[in-house]
């Protein structure tokens, strides 16, 4: 018998697997950084300089080449610490 005869039994199966474990999966993982967002800004850790750490042995090719292509300013140090301290 090839696989195509008995396909209508896993296709149920996946969809249900969709319906009742992916979906509700993806509900609670978008009220969790709704919860987590709304509850405020948390501090950022102390800025400790660790000589294997954030080392630029040539400038990245964008902006000034010292920071990082998805940089945040409030929680991604460059080498010599934030940049708002």
Not at 11 to 26: E, V
Not at 65 to 71: A, D, I, K, S
Request: charged share 15%.
């Amino acid at each position: 018998m090839s696989s195509g005869a008995r396909g209508g039994g896993l296709s149920c199966m996946w969809k249900a697997l969709t319906y009742f474990t992916a979906l509700p999966g993806l509900g609670v993982s978008m009220l969790n950084v709704f919860l987590k967002f709304h509850h405020g800004q948390q501090e950022r850790p102390e800025f400790i300089t660790y000589p294997h750490l954030r080392i630029r042995s040539k400038p990245f090719p964008w902006g000034d080449g010292n920071q990082t292509l998805f940089h945040n300013s409030h929680v991604s140090p460059l080498p010599t610490g934030y940049e708002d301290e």
